[in-house]
């Protein structure tokens, strides 16, 4: 029965490559209805609440109750009498020859259910790639996160080496789990805490010995990257879209106008504010970061500009200048973003790995965990040093 063994793991985890070949044609029946609804609550959660529950069944590979007559439809000769996963890269010929069989009723429930997750999938993708790069950021991390959290809790056989065939992850296991320095460098580089540094891990014969947990942190990069992807729009997703636009909008006017404490800035800004309270010459990409950060909280120029004040090198008509230019109220009015959590690293001005890909989204997930208040009597500034 054609994809059988891998049906399972297609359900749980649609983003893996052989589910191309599962979907087939979009078409807008039963299974395209099924599969909008369960996209709605899905980007929804992930949007509003940045996680979405997912619940991974436990699941065997069929692969290991057959002698395998598949083997010589596989391009890497990846098949013997096992399954050499450091030769696999999903590429599903196994798969789509395979002859084990199994109930038909059961067999169309996996498919069913793999087709119904897979477009889900793919429409949601499609709906936030129409959408600004903050809802795509938004949308990458949660879902990315979301399958991390699933997969630390799925006990499934294989698990670890299907995912690393799938992304190209050079592993095998041991005790725990042995990566490839160049599969974990090329993820783990974007992991600011100091755990993560290459020389505070164990590296035998070019591999970095990892726990299952640690080794899924470095599936999450992957994800992450794969989920930023923007993707053409497919019709009849109108649904999900207004749930996007319903996003954008109260992002914009939901503002953290009016609640500044500096408690609860990201690590990068506070150490920004500090260097320049404490007179150390802050870099300009630095500055930049910072004033278009406390522009999108609603301080103004003003109050902007007393903070550079203590700056070795502070020009008060200079200073005016480049915040009312980052703000938009000079040159050709162009208001400023805040830069991205991959850009302050980009000119090492991120300081600590909050799992975020951007300044405000930490923020923003602080103020709404409760932390922060409408400014009322004393400012931010005044409450974080009080």
Same mark, same amino acid.
């Given at each position: 029965m054609k994809f059988l063994p891998i049906l399972p793991f297609l359900k749980d985890y649609p983003f893996l490559r052989p589910s191309r070949h599962i979907l087939g044609k979009i078409?807008?029946?039963?299974?395209?209805? !099924?599969?909008?609804?369960?996209?709605?609550? *899905?980007?929804?959660?992930?949007?509003?609440?940045?996680?979405?529950?997912? *619940?991974?069944?436990?699941?065997?590979? !069929?692969?290991?109750?057959?002698?395998? @007559?598949?083997?010589?439809?596989?391009?890497?000769?990846?098949i013997t009498e096992r399954i050499e996963w450091d030769r696999c890269n999903l590429c599903s010929e196994c798969f789509r020859n395979c002859v084990f069989s199994i109930s038909p009723d059961i067999y169309r429930e996996y498919e069913l259910n793999v087709r119904v997750s897979a477009l889900s999938y793919i429409m949601m993708r499609s709906a936030v790639s129409q959408f600004s790069d903050?809802?795509?950021?938004? !949308?990458?991390?949660?879902?990315?996160?979301?399958?991390?959290?699933?997969?630390?809790?799925?006990?499934?056989? *294989?698990? @670890?080496?299907? *995912?690393?065939s799938n992304f190209g992850i050079r592993m095998f296991r041991n005790e725990g789990i042995a990566v490839h320095v160049t599969s974990y460098l090329k993820a783990s580089?974007?992991?600011?805490? @100091?755990?993560?540094?290459?020389?505070?891990?164990?590296?035998?014969?070019?591999?970095?010995?990892?726990?299952?947990?640690?080794?899924?942190?470095?599936?999450?990069?992957?994800?992450?990257?794969?989920?930023?992807?923007?993707? @053409?729009?497919?019709?009849?997703?109108?649904?999900?879209?207004?749930?996007?636009?319903?996003?954008?909008?109260?992002?914009?006017?939901?503002?953290?106008?009016?609640?500044?404490?500096?408690s609860l800035f990201p690590p990068c800004m506070k150490k920004i504010l500090s260097d320049l309270e404490s007179s150390v010459n802050v870099s300009h990409t630095a500055r930049f970061a910072l004033t278009s950060f406390l522009l999108n909280l609603g301080y103004t120029v003003d109050e902007i500009l007393q903070m550079f004040r203590a700056a070795p090198d502070f020009d008060e008509e200079k200073a005016r200048y480049q915040i009312e230019h980052i703000a938009g109220q000079r040159g050709a009015g162009k208001e400023y973003e805040v830069p991205s959590c991959s850009t302050m690293k980009t000119y090492h001005n991120c300081v600590a790995e909050c799992r975020v890909n951007h300044p405000l989204e930490y923020y923003r997930r602080r103020v709404h965990e409760g932390g922060g208040g409408k400014a009322e009597g004393k400012s931010g500034r005044d409450k974080a040093h009080s």
């Open positions: 078409d807008r029946g039963i299974v395209f209805e !099924f599969a909008l609804e369960n996209a709605k609550k *899905m980007l929804r959660d992930l949007l509003e609440r940045g996680h979405a529950e997912i *619940m991974p069944e436990e699941k065997s590979l !069929f692969c290991f109750g057959c002698d395998k @007559p598949c083997r010589e439809f596989c391009r890497e000769k990846a903050a809802s795509r950021r938004r !949308f990458a991390t949660s879902l990315a996160r979301s399958y991390r959290n699933a997969m630390e809790n799925d006990r499934s056989e *294989m698990l @670890p080496e299907i *995912m690393a580089s974007r992991i600011r805490s @100091p755990e993560w540094k290459l020389y505070n891990r164990s590296l035998r014969n070019g591999f970095v010995e990892l726990t299952l947990r640690e080794f899924y942190r470095i599936v999450e990069e992957h994800l992450r990257d794969l989920f930023s992807e923007r993707m @053409p729009e497919i019709e009849g997703i109108e649904p999900l879209k207004e749930i996007v636009i319903r996003y954008e909008g109260k992002r914009k006017y939901e503002r953290i106008e009016g609640v500044r404490d500096i």
